[in-house]
């Protein structure tokens, strides 16, 4: 395939055609099935390694490759990210413990095309403020994605993400953002989920792009630990995460990372 077919705009972003639109389709189900199958093994006792082991399997076992394993240095199919952790939360030996809530993120490539997706699953029982903190940072996802489509801005779709956390009295991390995607697993735009109504690129059809707006409970600050990959609220508030891989389309955004069990949220009973 010719990386260079289609076009781009004059903000660097690719326009895709519909062949491009059905692999982003294969990549996406991959991608969010496997969040859907990892869902039972999200128990309290279990380590965050162990299911990142099992993620490891289930990538191999359909036939697809990590976008991870080997990402700048990194050496896991997923990113698990544990309460106060924003993102790239590295699975390691620690066990999940009652009421734990976690991000978990995972980016296949499917005949060359990526699929990026992540949920917030609990382990037992989970809080009240955990779960409000769940379902706001959820329901700003899919504002976002209502407010992608052609003619609309980035900002249109950062606006209508910070409006309504903001609106909850939690805050948007400003630190970490969405990418566009497709063949590549990260290229322009960066995706702010935060912003204001009219601004930045404007909206095309046939553009690819993540929206993965995280939100902490307390202040937006983070900082990143001596590992260089874990990224922790700087006030140890509790910190929530969803992403899907969209295409814009004539008249909307097609969510290539659907759950295919209709589990994206709730994760759990
Ligand atoms: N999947 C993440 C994203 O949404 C990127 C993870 S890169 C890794 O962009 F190396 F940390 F895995
Ligand atoms: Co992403
Ligand atoms: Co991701």
Redesign the pocket.
């Known amino acids: 395939m010719d990386e260079r077919r289609g076009r781009l705009t004059r903000d660097g972003i690719r326009i895709h055609d519909a062949a491009d639109f059905d692999g982003m389709r294969r990549a996406g189900a991959v991608a969010a099935a496997i969040l859907d199958d990892i869902a039972p093994h999200v128990e309290v006792g279990q380590t965050t390694g162990e299911i990142d082991r099992l993620i490891t399997g289930m990538v191999k076992d359909v036939g697809a490759v990590s976008a991870t394993i080997g990402y700048k240095g990194y050496r896991h199919a997923s990113?698990i990210s544990v309460n106060h952790v924003v993102c790239h939360g590295i699975p390691g030996d620690k066990k999940l413990k009652d009421g734990d809530i976690l991000n978990i993120?995972?980016?296949v490539i499917v005949d060359g095309w990526y699929g990026?997706?992540?949920r917030m699953y609990v382990a037992g029982s989970v809080g009240r403020k955990a779960e409000r903190l769940i379902q706001v940072t959820h329901d700003a996802l899919m504002k976002g994605i209502e407010a992608a489509r052609p003619g609309n801005t980035f900002g249109d779709i950062g606006a209508a993400i910070q409006t309504h956390v903001e609106g909850e009295r939690m805050s948007v991390v400003r630190d970490f953002c969405g990418h566009g995607l497709g063949r590549v697993f990260h290229a322009p735009p960066n995706v702010l989920h935060y912003g204001r109504p009219g601004t930045g690129p404007v909206l095309e059809e046939g553009m690819f792009f993540?929206i993965?707006p995280m939100v902490n409970l307390g202040r937006p600050e983070t900082k990143v630990l001596g590992d260089d990959w874990t990224a922790v609220t700087r006030d140890k508030s509790l910190s929530a995460q969803f992403?899907h891989s969209v295409g814009i389309t004539s008249d909307g955004a097609e969510i290539f990372t659907l759950s295919p069990a209709g589990l994206f949220h709730p994760t759990w009973a």
């Open positions: 990113c993120d995972v980016t990026d997706t992540s993540t993965e992403e």
